[in-house]
């Protein structure tokens, strides 16, 4: 229920979520879907970080910097879809302010996290391909080690930054979130203040975290094309081009909705396109991230079917 009233939210204060459907029936269909893709993003990519722990062949920069990538993704899918399957199963929408200051703070890190990660990625690829003899001095362990904790390191000090600032902020008139989580645009339409030197922070931070890190990926699988036209064999050709392709279907559906929630100016949206929009790099990304980048892969699919054998050997 939309509650208007004038009031300021205070440490102990609930918020509602608005949802994705108004309608009883919709909302039923879609966490029966939600609820089926969670299970498998979590299942995907806790094999995908076994499979990678298990098998030394498996112990190189690219997986390494995969298995955070998979670690992000179930923390980024279990910080939403939990919450919304408890208020749909409960008929509750309210979350309460340090829940919802939780959410915001982890989803920030996650988000950004996985955008210079991913960036990180599209490095080791471009090193492995176009500089393959310098590859292990381009990407030796403390290289890939240093990436990782920068990703992590750099999303958590600018989370630190936007949760304390939005958190702080004075919330009136309303106290319906108009989305299915706790995210910083939603929430900044509850403010009674000016936030526009604000959004001009946020502003930097989609550089920082979008558009360069997504300018660096496309410069690299323009180089990687490049190099992979030049070759002689049509069989790595075709390879490398398939497994760009792929790679770069996931970017796309990742950094083009967060592109235009976070860089194009708040005339262009309305609350039920964020919405759907915030559900590919929320919810669909982690679930395909695994397919896309391992389990099309021929040294983890030998590794899934070793492991796989082994343990039903000694059942056996």
């Not at 929320?282 to 030998?302: C, E, H, Q, W």
């Amino acid at each position: 229920m939309m509650v208007h009233t004038n009031y300021t939210f205070n440490f102990g204060s609930d918020f509602i979520l608005a949802g994705l459907f108004s309608s009883s029936q919709a909302s039923r269909a879609f966490s029966s879907c939600v609820f089926v893709i969670f299970i498998m993003s979590v299942t995907e990519n806790v094999l995908m970080m076994l499979l990678i722990r298990g098998d030394s062949r498996l112990h190189t920069p690219m997986y390494f910097l995969l298995s955070h990538l998979s670690f992000m993704d179930i923390l980024h899918i279990s910080n939403i879809v939990p919450k919304m399957m408890a208020n749909f199963l409960s008929g509750s929408r309210t979350i309460s302010f340090v829940g919802c200051g939780f959410q915001l703070f982890l989803s920030i890190i996650l988000l950004g996290s996985e955008c210079l990660l991913l960036a990180a990625m599209s490095y080791d690829r471009y090193a492995a391909i176009c500089h393959p003899l310098r590859y292990p001095v381009l990407m030796k362990d403390a290289v890939s080690r240093l990436m990782a904790a920068g990703s992590w390191l750099v999303g958590t000090l600018n989370a630190i930054v936007h949760t304390a600032i939005v958190m702080h902020l004075p919330f009136c008139n309303s106290n319906v979130i108009d989305h299915y989580f706790c995210e910083f645009p939603a929430l900044l339409k509850l403010s009674c203040v000016d936030t526009s030197h604000y959004e001009r922070g946020v502003d930097v931070s989609a550089i920082i975290f979008v558009l360069i890190p997504f300018s660096m990926i496309s410069v690299s699988y323009v180089q990687i094309l490049h190099t992979v036209f030049q070759m002689k064999s049509s069989e790595a050709e075709k390879k490398s081009l398939s497994t760009c392709s792929f790679h770069m279907v996931v970017v796309i559906m990742y950094y083009g909705p967060f592109i235009f929630t976070y860089v194009i100016p708040r005339p262009y949206h309305t609350p039920g396109l964020d919405k759907f929009l915030a559900i590919f790099y929320t919810i669909r990304t982690p679930t395909l991230n695994p397919i896309i980048y391992s389990f099309r892969n021929k040294d983890v699919l030998a590794t899934a079917k070793s492991m796989f054998q082994s343990n039903f050997l000694n059942k056996n």
